[in-house]
Nanobody, 116 residues
Framework: QVQLVESGGGSVQAGGSLRLSCVAS????????VGWHRQAPGKLREMVAE???????TFGNPVEERFSISKDNAKNAVYLDIQRLKPEDTAVYYC??????????WGQGTQVTVSS
């Protein structure tokens, strides 16, 4: 059974940075793409960044250079680095993986809270 486990969230001051990690219970090669979505209070869940199995990255709209996504296939891990955090980045961040059959798997989420 596929499991995605996120970590790295927390409470930070505006201007700080965070690295979120997502570790999959199976090889990343089993997925077409993996990435991060977030949901702020009272808002719809939105895509932040995704990376395809061949390494192509896609970012949400509008694209912000503050976000970067990377993966380590040997560790079955995907990372989201966020620089210069803003209060509006406060949200639950979810890891998502799309299988070869296009089935989507989700992690439980990790809370990021940015204070001004």
């Amino acid at each position: 059974q596929v499991q995605l486990v996120e970590s790295g969230g927390g409470s930070v001051q505006a201007g700080g940075s965070l690295r979120l990690s997502c570790v999959a219970s199976v090889s990343l090669a089993d997925f077409r793409r993996v990435g991060w979505h977030r949901q702020a209070p009272g808002k719809l869940r939105e895509m932040v960044a995704e990376i395809q199995s061949i390494g192509i990255t896609t970012f949400g709209n509008p694209v912000e250079e503050r976000f970067s996504i990377s993966k380590d296939n040997a560790k079955n891990a995907v990372y989201l680095d966020i620089q210069r955090l803003k209060p509006e980045d406060t949200a639950v961040y979810y890891c998502k993986a799309t299988g070869r059959d296009y089935f989507d798997y989700w992690g439980q989420g990790t809370q990021v809270t940015v204070s001004s």
